[in-house]
């Protein structure tokens, strides 16, 4: 089976840098993704990571470590519309290739 | 620009009735995938098609069935719905290869009374 590991909430401040963990345990693991979903709204993609590393996308960073099974989602200069659920998602290539969802965090942005 | 179109946006079903939810997406993606989101639990898959002509149960497959009609299109089928099919459910679409990030519709708020 497939498991995500990811906060349920995290609070932070305008203008400050936060950092959400995901840990999974999946089998045929191919990569991982980040999703920020608002209130109301559908999730939209934020990055992908298939390989060791970080990878930078204006004021957010995902890295990967697949050695660890391991990944975040850096926001940095946080603003008020960053509040919002944020999904770590891994791609796995068993059956076919498809992506399962952890359950999110949600973040709070204070002013 | 339309995206990933679903159709319809609320619906209230009494128990044992039947429906289809409906997706479109116009961006000539290969792949297409049905999710529910409930509280708490983030989304899970029901179905999926990597390709037109294909189709394969994801998480929670129990109680729907889908139809990839053509390569725009695919839809979701509940034969007699249950109270706990009540959900948010989501369309996506991947162009598949090296292009891994999903786009989702707006979602069909569905309630089963």
């Known amino acids: 089976g497939q498991s995500l590991e990811q906060p349920s909430e995290v609070t932070a401040v305008e203008g400050a840098i936060v950092q959400i963990n995901c840990t999974y345990q999946?089998?045929?693991?191919?990569?991982l993704s980040w999703y920020q979903q608002h209130d109301g709204g559908a999730p939209t993609f934020l990055s992908y990571?298939?390989?060791?590393g970080l990878e930078e996308t204006g004021r957010f960073s995902s890295f990967l470590s697949r050695s660890d099974s391991y990944g975040y989602l850096l926001l940095q200069e946080l603003q008020m519309k960053d509040s919002a659920s944020y999904f770590c998602?891994?791609?796995?290539?068993?059956?076919?290739?498809?992506?399962?969802f952890g359950a999110g965090t949600r973040l709070f942005v204070k002013a | 620009n339309a995206g990933v179109t679903q159709t319809p946006k609320f619906q209230v079903l009494k128990t044992g009735q039947s429906m289809t939810l409906q997706c479109a997406q116009d961006?000539?993606?290969?792949?297409m995938y049905w999710y529910r989101q409930d509280p708490g639990m983030g989304l899970r898959l029901i179905y999926y098609?990597?390709?037109?002509?294909?189709?394969d149960k994801g998480e929670v497959p129990n109680g729907y069935n889908v139809s990839r009609l053509n390569k725009r299109e695919f839809s979701l089928r509940l034969e007699s719905a249950a109270p706990s099919q009540t959900s948010v459910y989501f369309c996506?679409?991947?162009?598949?290869?090296?292009?891994?990030?999903?786009?989702f519709g707006s979602g069909t708020r569905l309630t089963v009374v």
């Open positions: 996506a679409s991947s162009a598949g290869a090296n292009n891994y990030g999903y786009t």
């Open positions: 999946t089998s045929g693991f191919y990569g």
């Open positions: 990571n298939g390989l060791d």
């Open positions: 998602a891994v791609r796995v290539s068993t059956g076919g290739f498809k992506t399962i």
């Open positions: 961006m000539n993606h290969n792949s």
């Open positions: 098609s990597a390709s037109e002509g294909t189709t």
